[in-house]
């Protein structure tokens, strides 16, 4: 029997105990939002038992190791709510502040703005006037439907509209098909998730996701792996969960698995990266986490990027995963084409001659310091870690908000970036969860009662 074996024995064991309690609640999902929820509801007197599909906890907050290498699985730098968020949950940890740098053309914009970034943007005051005037007038939102629309009608620097279209490049998606209100929420304060003061863990996101499974056995939780939740239904008083596991019961289930408009949702464009370790001298600025770097005409080349086609020049950002003394590893990101499962050998060459070509030209120094590169597309990167490198998964039609927490026909509770609180980002998961727990809390309780 090997240790996986006796992990799974072990935890078929605890599955029978389980079964006889049954817990107020079984979230699915050990990704960010089932693990905030989670503690909170056993924070808040329930039982919960977290069924997780894969062996590890943590969903897209994480990290693996290529070729001895280390490197972040997906997301990597947060909105300084997260602070906020887990200390609400008693979990502390320890947060790096950092800049990101932009280059976009020729211009290079730090931000939170430094000196001489404020010089940069009082050269483009008229045109960044223009465009608080018209946000400002009502019914705005009626005169211009897409971003595309309202940077055309008030940016007149082609520059500094590439440098407005950041929020559209983030959330991968073409700016003519960026709903405004989407667009405009990219640098809302409301709610104040801090993405403009941005922190990471000390020793990478993997952090959160340990420090929160450490949190949910201290409160008696427990999580089972490999663990693959196929269905949901009502039985008497309650919820059968079936799983590739056996069945499991319950009073109330929390889902993180995403609750769709539809169900054929329409995603924005999926995330490839470019792994890249270095010797550990290899230049990078000191105290950035994100270096960007835009192509003049980006709103063109996220239209190609939507249509399926790869232009010459695209976006991408690097930053770092770890530094050892023996090297020190990055992510670069950037969008494959929709569509487009694989892109061919000579393709990949050229993308990746580009990628660190460009690197060079921004960080000079860093190309020449790379000892080892992997690219791997979204598709790899799914059959890989069974998720998908996606920010915003379901493009909502405009008008419409996301979907509430609880789902009425089902009474299932919702976690995750598919409902609830606004944006699509980590902050915006974790606040669902702790939405999710102060609805589901006075239910499951109800219901232990009875
Ligand atoms: C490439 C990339 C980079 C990102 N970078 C950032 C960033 O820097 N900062 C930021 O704030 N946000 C970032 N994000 C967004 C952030 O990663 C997400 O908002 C957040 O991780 C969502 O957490 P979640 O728990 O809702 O979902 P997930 O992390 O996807 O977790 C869902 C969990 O549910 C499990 N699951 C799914 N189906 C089942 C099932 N049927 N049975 C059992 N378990 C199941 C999955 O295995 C997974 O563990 C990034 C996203 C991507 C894709």
Redesign the pocket.
Known sequence: MTTHDAELAEQDAAQQSDHAAVPDVIV????????VSAISLLQRGRSVTV????SV?????GSTHINGYKFTL??????SS?RRYLSEIGVSLTFNEHASVWHVGDEKYVLPPTPETQETLARHKADSDRLAEAVSQPGFDEKFESAAQLLEATVRDPGYADFRTLPSYVSGLDPAKHRLDWFLQGSSKNPDYG?DNLITPIEG?EQITEALVERLSQLGGSIHYD????GIRDTDGGKAVT?SRGEFHTRTVVS???RFSSNEPRSGLE?A?LHIATRPEAPFPSGVHTVGNLPAGLGRSMAALDAGRLPDRFGFHIFPCAATEAYRSFNV?FYYPRGVEELDEPTSTAVRNYITGELDRIIPGFASAIVFQRLVSPTQFKNEH??????IQDILPAGTGKPAIRDAATGVYH???TVGSPA???????L??LQAAELVAPEAGRARTA
């Open positions: 699915i999902g050990a990704g960010l939002a089932g693990l069924l997780e599909r894969r906890p943590g969903g897209l907050c997906a997301c990597n730098d947060f909105g997260m993405y996101p663990t693959d939740v196929h799983t993180g698995k995403g995330l990266t990101y069974g998720l998908r490198r996606v920010s976690v995750g970036n699509y980002h980590a902050c915006a998961a974790v669902s969860g």
